[in-house]
């Protein structure tokens, strides 16, 4: 959420704002709300000068009791009388006002990084850099269930049957591979300074609003019937919440967590045949890092964070690249985004393993996660960033590391989580 003075004093680089990510139709709503927050504060102004005056007129009338003169002292009440009720509905009014504004500042984006590239959507994203060599093999690489099958290691008919679609069952090798990422990748990030956190995985909805927009809410959250909850779509939603009303002494900062939780999605809208299996699905584990730092540091941090993820992907061989996501594919509270793409062999081209966020103070403003500086009190800002995110990390490892005979090679990094493995071999 932008500062409302920012707003009032810059209205045209907000206008241009909503121009470069798309959102046109908002474009009235900067006037609406400049005009909303002029009403508030002379409300505001009014109230305060009779709450001021009513001290003054109290004391008036005391001393005129004192006096004997009780019916200048009556005239006087009256006027303290019309003077409550005016209060009372400058008092209202402020409220009402208050509400249209943060109703209306809740939906306007955040100012993007200028080294944003402009774009619509996805399809506009710039890549930045590769990292390793892609590799398509000589030999037929099956759909990713069906490797898995090979290993008795996935059960989606089962799932279907328990849950529905969109969940899964993994078993035996897949399962034990699933859980040595997510270990790999929890001591990958506590070797390199991040403290370990396992959070709550249900949210208050006052904590779901801090974190993101109205629409990624409706489009992502579950919410608990009949109690103010919503299970976690991303650790980093409970990890950003831990800071909500805090006032953080400056020489603490940054603040560097890793998270690990499973995550609940509901993943709407319909998904093309490359997003079957365990692609695109309503319940995962992850591994996340978030940082909350001085707004000066955030550059800074978000290419840490965002390398850090290349770099376990190194570790394990698979070829990773990343993307500058364009104006028009950032959601309303970031600043700037890189996603990293890992390369799928069987598909020939990278698809999304993780997505790096610098959100600036937006999220910060929205939970009152305040900074106590030297020259005062400012707002934080937060970053996030996947560390890796099984099973669909499992389709690029699996791909990448599948030999001609169905076996697959297990990586120096996880062999030590996989009972010293060095190769899965298939069942099937």
Avoid at 116 to 128: F, L, Q, T
Avoid at 160 to 176: E, Q, W
Avoid at 213 to 234: N, P, Q, R, V, W
Avoid at 304 to 312: A, E, G, I, M, S
Wanted: with cysteine; glycine share 6%; proline share 5%.
């Amino acid at each position: 959420m932008l500062d409302m003075k920012f707003v009032r004093e810059n209205p045209d680089i907000v206008k241009q704002n909503l121009k470069n990510k798309f959102q046109e139709e908002k474009l009235p709503l900067v006037d609406e709300v400049i005009e909303l927050d002029q009403r508030s504060r002379a409300a505001k102004q009014e109230a305060d000068e009779l709450r001021s005056n009513r001290n003054k007129i109290s004391k008036q009338i005391g001393a005129l009791m004192a006096q004997g003169k009780k019916d200048e002292a009556e005239e006087i009440k009256k006027q303290v009388t019309a003077n409550s009720e005016r209060l009372a509905e400058l008092e209202k009014l402020e409220d009402e006002l208050t509400g249209k504004i943060t109703e209306i500042m809740m939906t306007i984006p955040n100012i993007i990084d200028p080294s944003v590239p402009i774009g619509k959507d996805d399809s506009e994203n710039v890549e930045v850099t590769r990292y390793g060599e892609p590799v398509v093999p000589d030999f037929e690489i099956p759909y990713h269930t069906e490797i898995m099958e090979r290993f008795n290691g996935i059960d989606l008919d089962a799932a279907g049957r328990v849950a529905g679609n969109g969940f899964y069952y993994l078993m035996g090798d897949i399962a034990r591979l699933h859980s040595a990422v997510i270990s790999y990748a929890r001591d990958f990030m506590i070797d390199r300074g991040f403290t370990y956190c396992v959070p709550p995985f249900m949210i208050r909805s006052n904590v779901v609003t801090g974190v993101m927009s109205f629409a990624e809410m409706d489009a992502m959250m579950y919410k608990i019937e009949g109690e103010d909850l919503y299970l976690i779509g991303t650790s980093e939603h409970s990890m950003i919440g831990k800071f909500i009303d805090t006032i953080i002494d400056e020489d603490t900062l940054p603040r560097t967590l890793t998270s690990y939780s499973p995550c609940f999605r509901k993943e709407k809208g319909a998904h093309g045949i490359e997003e079957r299996g365990v692609y695109r699905i309503h319940q995962f584990e992850k591994q996340e890092m978030i940082v909350v730092c001085k707004p000066e540091d955030s550059p800074m941090w978000f290419d840490k964070l965002w390398q850090n993820t290349v770099d376990l992907f190194r570790s394990m061989d698979i070829p990773v690249r990343t993307l500058e996501c364009c104006s028009g594919d950032l959601a309303d509270l970031k600043v700037k985004s890189f996603d990293v793409e890992a390369w799928s062999p069987r598909q020939k081209k990278y698809f999304e393993v993780g997505s790096c966020s610098n959100l600036g103070d937006a999220q910060a403003r929205r939970l009152k996660i305040r900074v106590n500086g030297k020259d005062g009190k400012y707002f934080a800002h937060t970053l996030n960033n996947t560390v890796v995110a099984p099973p669909r990390m499992l389709i690029a490892f699996l791909e990448n590391n599948l030999n001609a005979d169905g076996s697959v090679n297990i990586p120096e990094v996880l062999r030590p989580y996989m009972g010293n493995k060095d190769k899965l071999v298939p069942v099937k």
